[in-house]
């Protein structure tokens, strides 16, 4: 995934494929931010295309999500009202695996965007080795053990 690789009409387009959401991330979030640590939201509107690219820098690795929580309810409150969506994206420093603070991140994101009632688009971890998806959340009834 890279934003090299994106086409010239990426700003017309509807950010609903993942790799083409994957290489709008990579363009976004750039090396300052992933060596610095940060948070981001891209806000979607109604068609899906990218609104506006909302990225907090300086976000260090022992920061709490839960900082974050009053900030992104109000943002996704007014996705809501415009009938867009949100994608999610923690830049750091370090390997791309993802880690349990990472996993915390998104979980704030998802409890959030669930409270707004917003579609979240995606989610991804941007490391100076490249972009990767967070796997998808388990629906709550596969969640429960057979």
Do not use: I
């Amino acid at each position: 995934m890279s934003f090299e690789t994106l086409p010239e009409n990426w700003p017309t387009l509807p950010l609903d494929d993942p790799h083409l959401l994957a290489d709008v991330v990579d363009l976004v979030v750039g090396e300052r931010d992933r060596s610095d640590g940060c948070v981001g939201l891209l806000l979607l509107d109604d068609g899906m295309r990218l609104a506006q690219p909302c990225v907090v820098g300086e976000v260090p690795d022992d920061a709490d999500p839960a900082d974050f929580v009053a900030f992104l309810d109000q943002v996704a409150a007014m996705v809501h009202d415009a009938g867009g969506a949100v994608a999610f994206v923690r830049g750091r420093d370090g390997a791309g695996r993802l880690t349990d603070a990472d996993r915390a991140w998104h979980e704030a994101v998802l409890a959030g965007c669930r409270r707004a009632d917003v579609r979240l688009l995606g989610a991804f971890l941007a490391t100076p080795s490249g972009v990767r998806t967070y796997p998808e959340p388990l629906a709550a009834d596969e969640a429960l053990a057979s």
